[in-house]
């Protein structure tokens, strides 16, 4: 990776003063562990919360929160100019506030002024002062800027309080932030999916026979989960639809928790009624129990096994494209599959993007239990007009990226030209 003035990357840490900057801490030992170098901007008011001592000592540098100190370094201008990556957590109301307005009266703004490298902002504020008009009409400033505000979480929040505006998970704050940062090195479009609206789905489906039984399948939402934080990354408002994952909420994404293929179907729905693009990437149950027993299934005693009827479980992608929420809505499905006796294993994917109509299909071959579970994968992306993409093994963000980088080609192509006037 190559970065401003050495190999480590440069990150300014920012820190505003709200409750949650204790939680910084955490977000700063994850950036010095993974061989960043870190210099810590708080505010005024963060030291009231965590002290300088601790800064400096867990990043192992000096910690000012004015322009006065070692002035003759210029650092107000210094810090911004050489950072990599400025990230901000909390960022609270006031601090982007000054930051939409370009205020630089403390150490912090002045960075913000200067920085000329990729800015995020993680807010955490109560859920009143969240939803207010003026901190609404700031963010979207900051947005339209280029700046990464990430969608704060929802939960307890100081008191006896619980809403919108909890500070995300600071190791989900890493995780975008990295990626942020890794994709404007790789000369990757900043916010290209600005002003778009997506919805993923991810995980795997549960029909429940009885009480504690249940016909699921192996897959583990990572891949899901990374294309939910990829489209977060590149500026998309994101809904993501969970089936039985047990991963952490990715920052700054909504995300609807469900258990069985029906619940999956409504949720995607109803989120996809207002969605730019919707990716398929859960694995719903094709078949569930006919009937599911009110009492936990027990073993017979001459050793005969129960008879259990299943029925067919509703199409979620292929009626999504039959009902498609709009003409221009993007609709990508994912096919996990192994070859037979009938066909190769692009054989069916084929056949199921003829079947399904949707505009993209990512296959992944799992043949052996490959992919499942696993933090890298390999796919090959096909489209409906017959192209078909491989895409080598990687990490599950990489093809996160290849699969919105299709999206985005598509919406554009989409997008009617300008009307050519004719001259006499």
């Known amino acids: 990776m190559t970065t401003t003035g050495g190999s480590r990357p440069r990150v300014v840490l920012g820190v505003s003063g709200g409750i949650a900057a204790y939680k910084a801490c955490e977000l700063l030992r994850r ?9 810590v901007v708080p505010t005024a008011s963060a030291l009231e919360f965590v002290g300088a001592p601790t800064w400096a000592a867990l990043s192992g540098k000096p910690v000012s929160a004015d322009v006065w100190t070692q002035v003759h370094e210029v650092p107000h201008v210094r810090i911004g100019q050489e950072a990599d990556l400025v990230v901000v957590a909390p960022a609270t109301a006031d601090l982007m506030a000054r930051a939409a307005h ?17 800015v995020v902002l993680a807010p955490a504020m109560h ?18 800027r280029g700046v990464v505000v990430v969608e704060p979480a929802e939960g307890r929040l100081t008191g006896a309080d619980t809403g919108k505006g909890r500070l995300p998970d600071p190791a989900e704050i890493f995780a975008l932030a990295t990626e942020v940062l890794a994709r404007h090195t790789a000369g990757g479009a900043a916010l290209d999916l600005a002003g778009t609206r997506v919805v993923v789905s991810a ?85 569930r129990p006919a009937e599911a027993s009110a009492t936990k299934i027990k073993k017979s005693e001459d050793g005969s096994s129960p008879r259990i009827d299943l029925v067919q479980n509703p199409d979620i992608l292929a009626g999504l494209v039959t009902h498609r929420p709009r003409p221009d ?10 070859g037979d006796a009938a066909g ?20 992944n071959d799992v043949g052996g239990g490959a992919v499942f579970g696993s933090d890298d994968n390999e796919a090959v992306v096909l489209d409906r007009d017959g192209g078909a993409a491989p895409v080598p093994r990687g990490s599950k963000s990489a093809l996160a990226h290849v699969v919105w980088d299709r999206v985005v080609a598509l919406r554009e192509a989409a997008r009617p030209g300008p009307t050519r006037t004719e001259t006499p």
């Open 31 to 39: 950036f010095t562990e993974s061989g960043h170098d870190v210099t």
């Open 102 to 118: 370009g205020l630089a009266d403390d150490l912090l703004t002045n960075t913000l002024l200067t920085a000329r490298c990729p």
């Open 127 to 144: 859920t009143e002062m969240w939803e207010n008009a003026a901190t609404r009409a700031n963010v979207a400033t900051l947005r339209e």
């Open 203 to 287: 995980g795997g489906t549960r029909e429940y026979l009885d009480p504690v039984r249940f016909i699921g399948n192996r897959s583990s939402g990572r891949q899901g989960y990374a294309l939910a934080r990829a489209a977060a990354v590149r500026g998309a408002e994101v809904t993501l639809v969970a089936a039985n994952v047990t991963l952490p909420d990715p920052a700054g994404v909504e995300v609807r928790h469900v258990e069985t293929t029906a619940e999956l179907r409504d949720a995607v729905l109803e989120a996809a009624a207002a969605a730019d693009a919707v990716v398929m990437a859960a694995a719903p149950a094709d078949f």
């Open 329 to 338: 809505t993007v609709v990508v499905g994912f096919a996990a599959e192994t």
């Open 344 to 363: 190769s294993v692009m054989d069916h994917a084929r056949a199921k993007l003829a079947r399904k109509g949707c505009d993209l299909l990512v296959v």
